[in-house]
């Protein structure tokens, strides 16, 4: 049963869900997410094992999103430029990721409101 963890804020829902031995897999990741920002840098969404290996999402300065990674004992960390417009814009945007192994499948999509 999912529980809450300490430290969110009361506009996060933020749940953590024990996993069965057995649900480990450490060679994928799918990951769908929104964010809506006004801010610059920023880390969207941050995954890391036991080992060094981690995958990260983040706005740079100029609000430009990139996906860092560090994955089965790589000598140096990769950076993709995913997306050079300003995403720290206030409007919401939605990320579907995948990652199987090294290969990593990324698709942003946003929604513009007009007022």
Do not use: C
Not at 54 to 63: I, K, P, Q, S, T
């Amino acid at each position: 049963m999912p529980e809450a963890v300490q430290g969110a804020s009361k506009d996060t829902k933020a749940l953590t869900q024990q996993l069965m031995p057995n649900d480990v897999n450490l060679t994928k990741e799918e990951v769908t997410f929104s964010f809506s920002t006004s801010r610059a840098p920023a880390v969207l969404m941050y995954v890391s094992s036991k080992t060094q290996d981690y995958l990260a999402v983040v706005l740079r300065n100029n609000g430009s999103l990139q996906v860092r990674y560090n994955l089965g004992g790589l000598r140096e960390p990769f950076a993709i430029d995913v997306d050079q417009r300003n995403l720290a814009n206030g409007q919401p945007h939605s990320i579907n990721m995948s990652r199987h192994n090294r290969s990593i499948s990324i698709q942003v999509q946003s929604k513009h409101t007009y007022i």
